[in-house]
């Protein structure tokens, strides 16, 4: 499982603005994430999608299909009324299972 991942941006660069492109930005996170622990893309079962604009839900949800394409997971998406640091417009949480 990946908690709380949020569209940090690499060293030096600023976070990008849209709410797709941070959706792009925590799925990449995401999965690198997993990679490490020796899951792939295919392995995710649900993920958790955490948004302050009601308004952002298409393009969001147009990235989680860019990123999931084939394999979709279940998948949550709720509005909040914050995030921890104000430009965040999305946080991403994802379940991965590997059989044994």
Same mark, same amino acid.
Do not use: N
């Given at each position: 499982?990946?908690?709380?991942?949020?569209?940090?941006?690499?060293?030096?660069?600023?976070?990008?603005? +849209?709410?797709?492109?941070?959706?792009?930005?925590?799925?990449?996170?995401? =999965?690198?994430?997993?990679?490490?622990?020796?899951?792939?893309?295919?392995?995710?079962?649900?993920?958790? =999608?955490?948004?302050?604009?009601?308004?952002?839900?298409?393009?969001?949800?147009?990235?989680?299909e860019?990123?999931?394409?084939?394999?979709?997971?279940a +998948?949550?998406?709720? !509005?909040?009324?914050?995030?921890?640091?104000?430009?965040?417009?999305?946080?991403?949480? !994802?379940?991965?299972?590997?059989?044994?």
């Amino acid at each position: 499982m990946v908690a709380g991942t949020a569209p940090v941006a690499p060293p030096g660069e600023d976070i990008v603005a +849209s709410a797709h492109d941070q959706m792009m930005r925590c799925g990449d996170i995401a =999965i690198a994430a997993i990679r490490e622990l020796g899951a792939e893309v295919r392995h995710v079962v649900r993920t958790r =999608i955490y948004i302050v604009d009601a308004a952002d839900a298409h393009e969001v949800g147009m990235a989680h299909e860019a990123i999931f394409g084939q394999h979709p997971p279940a +998948s949550t998406m709720v !509005v909040v009324a914050g995030l921890l640091d104000p430009a965040w417009k999305i946080e991403l949480e !994802v379940d991965a299972i590997v059989d044994a």
